[in-house]
C-alpha cells in the first residue's frame, strides 16, 4: 500500500511540468495539418489551453470531421 500511495504521490507531482511540456506552440507539421482541416485560420494568438487543445485534436484517433468539430471549438474559445 505504501508503494502505492508514493507513487501517485509522485505522478501528483509530475502533473504540473508534464502539462507545461504540452504547452509547446504548434509545430509546422501540426500547423499545416490544422489548415488542411479547417481551412486558412489565425493560429498566432492561441492560449496555451488551445495549443493543449488542438494537439489533443491532431492525435486523436477519429474520422476527419471529428477532428475538424473539435479544432473549430478549440479555436472558438479564446
Known amino acids: 500500500m505504501k508503494s502505492i500511495a508514493l507513487i501517485a504521490a509522485l505522478a ?22 490544422v489548415h488542411f482541416l479547417v481551412g486558412n485560420v489565425d493560429l498566432s494568438n492561441l492560449t496555451d489551453r488551445q495549443i493543449v487543445q488542438i494537439k489533443e485534436a491532431l ?20
Request: net charge positive; aromatic share 0%.
Open 59 to 78: 492525435v486523436q484517433n477519429v474520422d476527419r470531421t471529428a477532428k475538424e468539430t473539435l479544432i473549430r471549438m478549440a479555436l472558438k474559445k479564446k
Open 12 to 33: 501528483c507531482a509530475a502533473l504540473p511540468s508534464l502539462a507545461a511540456a504540452q504547452q509547446q506552440p504548434l509545430n509546422a507539421l501540426e500547423i499545416q495539418r
